[in-house]
């Protein structure tokens, strides 16, 4: 997984990692996310990739746009370091 920049100071967001039709998204509880095309959309799927690269604005995306939109939720490391704020 690739750290968040959380330019911002104040995402809950540590990490991510992306896919070709899905993204993964690590939270400072330890619960990672993946909304995937199938569950949230190929748009969303795209703009959560783009602030999670950005480095700002991905838990405001979620919060208002993909809150429920998720496929699974799990903990646990998927590839790489777990990340701690």
């Known amino acids: 997984m690739k750290k968040y920049k ?3 100071k104040n995402s809950s967001v540590i990490a991510f990692e992306e ?3 899905y993204i993964n998204i690590q939270f400072e509880n330890g ?3 993946k909304y995937s095309a ?3 959309g190929m ?16 838990n405001e995306y979620i919060t208002h746009f993909a809150y429920k ?4 939720k799990y903990r646990g490391i998927i ?3 777990v990340w701690r704020k």
């Open 19 to 21: 896919g070709e039709d």
């Open 43 to 58: 748009f969303k799927v795209d703009m959560l990739k783009m602030f999670a690269n950005r480095g700002m604005g991905l």
């Open 6 to 8: 959380n330019l911002g």
């Open 38 to 40: 199938k569950s949230a």
């Open 69 to 72: 939109d998720y496929e699974r």
């Open 79 to 81: 590839e790489g370091p």
């Open 31 to 33: 619960w990672i996310y």
